[in-house]
């Protein structure tokens, strides 16, 4: 059996993985990555820097690859940057996700810096994709499909009502 990282307290407690024939899937939590949504404790001045200075670099990448993409496209109208930067950030983090979880590779501050940091500025596309494949993959196909179906209709209906929340503030109709 494998080791995986426990969820409380220290995140370098390791705690023992499903038997390998049933796919285990993987929390930021459980990469390494510190839960503190869910923990009363102080995040440390480390790991904001991390996430930060990640997170600047990924934003930068963002850019550019996204620029470039689009000065790429023959077809102007359609936003070819934008799901280049999505695909792109989806892929990395299935990869790093799955190295995490089979291989165990990069220390918890790495995977802060590159999961947290990096690929949340680069896109926050691949997060969901991931936490997706993996309720889908833990056979939870109901839930899975909720998330996926409240995100696309709940953050189209937010896109359209702030808006609306615009012109009414700029007094336009």
Do not use: K
């Amino acid at each position: 059996m494998g080791q995986g990282w426990s969820r409380r307290d220290d995140v370098r407690r390791p705690f023992p993985r499903a038997a390998a024939h049933q796919p285990t899937a993987i929390t930021e939590s459980q990469a390494g990555v510190p839960d503190h949504h869910t923990t009363m404790t102080m995040v440390p001045l480390r790991d904001i820097l991390l996430v930060g200075s990640g997170g600047f670099l990924g934003a930068v990448l963002r850019y550019g690859m996204s620029g470039m993409v689009q000065r790429l496209n023959p077809f102007e109208t359609f936003p070819f940057g934008t799901l280049a930067v999505n695909l792109a950030g989806c892929l990395m983090i299935g990869l790093l996700g799955g190295l995490i979880e089979l291989r165990g590779v990069l220390t918890p501050e790495a995977r802060i810096f590159l999961l947290i940091g990096l690929l949340g500025g680069f896109t926050t596309f691949s997060t969901f994709g991931y936490d997706a494949i993996n309720l889908l993959r833990g056979g939870d196909h109901l839930r899975a499909f909720a998330y996926v179906g409240v995100h696309l209709i709940a953050g189209l209906g937010a896109v359209w009502l702030g808006l609306v929340a615009a012109r009414s503030i700029a007094g336009t109709p």
